[in-house]
């Protein structure tokens, strides 16, 4: 439900920025443009796939609910809650780590944290570049962005700027990136009992449905777009721009993913569970990404 839920998310961010941003720089739209890529197709995917009246989170065997209850808690508990964070810490405060206190955190998801933790300096220098290329616009997008979620209605989100809107975009696809174990997690046979898999030794119609649905999470990675990555924009030579802000933070993050990835690798028991492990390693390792947007 979260996988399928950031989607929906992001489609409401990406659409925002978009609509938003001014023609004033090639810069920022090269970068804001940077996250389009197929978010509007998944999106309908996601709707058409998963949440319509035979959706595979309605209808599917183990996931057969009311579909208007099934919407209403991604709209109550998911996706209001998101929308009205406005910063990563509310994020990872409120949801990811909401029922362990700050103190008693230190032992969990390390890798996670250490990405997470690139966020706040990166949204800082980002949007001081995104200022300085976009020719006087920049309180113009922060304006239009304002307006945007705004008009979604009273109160629904506290995302009023550029600022806001990098950093809950970068710790949600960050997430994002991280449902793709716990995707397959679900047709290994300790889970699939409780899907309502027949435990026949034969897949049934309903069994295959299941893994198909399933396999869409983890089909259709492009390379390059993870958060942080400046390869989906084009170089400039100079310390202050876009580009440059982009290249550092994506050297860190992946220094990081390197450093993570050796450790793993060499763990005894890499073989038997590698393949949940392998979330924070580098870009399409074990075919995982941190995406950019939940595009896959």
């Keep these: 439900m979260i996988h399928a839920s950031i989607h929906i998310y992001d489609y409401i ?3 925002g920025l978009l609509t938003s941003s001014t023609p004033s720089s090639r810069s920022v739209a090269d970068w804001a443009g940077s996250y389009l890529s197929n978010v509007p197709t998944k999106y309908s995917e996601v709707e058409t796939l998963l949440f319509s009246q035979n959706g ?50 230190g032992g969990f998801l390390q890798a996670f944290q ?7 300096n990166f949204t ?14 920049f309180q113009q997008i922060n304006q239009n962005l304002e ?5 979604l209605g009273n109160d629904i989100s506290n995302i009023k700027d550029v600022g806001a809107w990098i950093q809950l975009m970068s710790i949600l696809n960050i997430v994002h990136g991280s449902t793709f174990s716990f995707s397959r997690l679900i047709v290994t046979p300790q889970y699939l009992p ?9 897949y049934t119609a309903t069994d295959v449905a299941i893994a198909i649905t399933v396999l869409g999470t983890t089909l259709g990675l492009s390379s390059n777009r993870y958060v942080y990555s400046s390869l989906l924009v084009p170089p400039k030579d100079n310390d202050e721009t876009i580009y440059s802000v982009l290249q550092r933070y994506d050297k860190s993050s992946n220094d990081l993913k390197i450093k993570y990835f050796d450790v793993i ?5 890499f073989a038997e569970y590698g393949w949940l492990w392998t979330d924070y390693g580098p870009d399409l390792i074990d075919n995982k990404q941190l995406t950019l947007a939940a595009y896959v």
């Design 56 to 105: 595979a989170l309605v209808s599917t065997s183990g996931f057969t609910a009311d579909r208007a209850q099934v919407l209403q808690y991604v709209t109550d508990e998911l996706l209001k809650p998101w929308l009205h964070y406005s910063t990563a810490d509310q994020f990872i405060d409120k949801f990811v780590f909401a029922y362990i206190p700050k103190g008693h955190r």
């Design 114 to 120: 250490q990405q997470v933790d690139l966020i706040p």
């Design 147 to 151: 307006n945007y979620y705004r008009d």
């Design 13 to 15: 961010n990406v659409i």
């Design 124 to 137: 800082s220098e980002l949007v001081t570049a995104i200022d300085k290329e976009s020719n006087g616009q």
């Design 194 to 202: 409780y899907l309502g898999f027949s435990n026949t030794g034969k």
């Design 265 to 269: 690798k060499n763990d005894p028991k």
